[in-house]
């Protein structure tokens, strides 16, 4: 069983830092793509930062210079650096990775539990 544990959310002031962390642990054979994703309350979920494992990146144009999305592929482990926070950046924030749990299966998307994000104004 695959599972994503989240951690580093919390409450923080407006103009300042927080750093997600998210391990992957159980059986995994490969993970392409780790993510992060957020959902406000009354929004859909969307997408914050994703990263392939050759290190590409992509942003949500509301976060880029300010958040920074990085993985340790030793340690099935993908961070999200959030500098400069804004009270719209108010979420629960998802880790999500796409993988394999062994060669001959399909690729399948997994989600953490999500972690709260709180900035105050």
């Known amino acids: 069983q695959v599972q994503l544990v989240e951690s580093g959310g919390g409450l923080v002031q407006a103009g300042g830092s927080l750093r997600l962390s998210c391990a992957v642990s159980?059986?995994?054979?490969?993970?392409?793509?780790m993510g992060w994703h957020r959902q406000a309350p009354g929004n859909q979920r969307e997408l914050v930062a994703s990263?392939?494992?050759?290190?590409?990146?992509n942003y949500a144009d509301s976060v880029k210079g300010r958040f920074t999305i990085s993985r340790d592929n030793a340690k099935n482990t993908v961070y999200l650096q959030m500098n400069n926070l804004k009270p719209e950046d108010t979420a629960v924030y998802y880790c999500?990775?796409?993988?394999?749990?062994?060669?001959?299966?399909?690729?399948?998307?997994?989600w953490g539990q999500g972690t709260q994000v709180t900035v105050s104004s």
């Open positions: 159980g059986t995994i054979f490969s993970i392409n793509t």
């Open positions: 990263i392939t494992r050759a290190g590409n990146t």
């Open positions: 999500n990775i796409d993988g394999r749990r062994t060669l001959y299966q399909a690729r399948t998307s997994y």
